[in-house]
C-alpha cells in the first residue's frame, strides 16, 4: 500500500509511553536511546520528518504520553470506540516534548491543547472526534477492517500526488498564506516530489480520463 497503518496490539492499550519505572532506575549518564531517543524520534515515529508515505493511526485502546506522541505523528487517525488519549507528563514533572507540545495545537483548538497539557485529563474517542482530532470512531472488532479500507481508498489515487501532499502539508500549515501559495507553483516549490508530480504522466492523465468518461490509469510517472 502506499499508506502506512500504525496501530497497537490487542484491544486495551495503544501505547503507554515511557516505562516511568525503568526511567526512574536511570542515572544522568545514560545514553539517550535508553530515554527514546531513538533515529525518528520516539518510536522511530515523531521525528521521521523524510518519510514520504502517509501514515494512518488506528488507536485501539489508550494512547499515554509517548503513545498519544506517536498518534500526533500520523497523518490521519480513526479510533476504537474505548481508545483515549491522554498526557500525564505535567504531573510526572516534565513536558510532552516528543511531539504533543509541538504538534497539538496545531490540530486541536489552542484552549482544548492547553487544558489536556495543564490538567492531564483524559480525552475519549467521542470527544476527539468532536475537535477533529479523530476522522472516525467505530467498534473496536471494526477497527482494523475499517483502517485497511481507508488505506487502500487512499493508495488508490495518483501516487505522486499522495506522496507530494505529504511532503508540501509542513510548508503549508505554517506561515502566511501567500507564502504557502508560493510552494504550489510550478518552479517554485522547492519540493522535489512536488515538481515531480507538477511534469509527470499523471498529471495529464487526470484531465484526460474524465474528458475520456473513464477511470485514470496511474503509473506513478
Known sequence: LLVGIVTGAGERCFSAGWDLKAVAALDDDTPSEQLGDTPGGWAGITEFFDLDKPLLCAVNGLAIGGGFEVVLACDLIVAA???????????????????????????????????????????????????GLVRDVVPSADLADHARALATQISEGPPLAV???????PELTRGTVPEAMLKTKRGRTGIPVYEQML??????????????????????R
Open 81 to 131: 470506540e474505548h481508545a483515549e488519549f491522554w498526557l500525564p507528563d505535567m504531573e510526572r514533572g516534565f513536558l510532552p516534548d516528543a511531539g504533543a507540545i509541538q504538534r497539538l495545537p496545531r490540530r486541536l483548538p489552542p484552549d482544548v491543547a492547553l487544558d489536556l497539557l495543564y490538567t492531564g485529563r483524559h480525552m475519549d474517542a467521542a470527544e476527539a472526534k468532536h475537535w
Open 163 to 169: 506522496r507530494a501532499l505529504k511532503a508540501v502539508w
Open 199 to 220: 511534469a509527470s504522466e499523471d498529471f495529464k492523465e487526470g484531465p484526460r480520463a474524465f474528458a475520456e468518461k473513464r477511470k485514470p490509469v496511474w503509473k506513478g
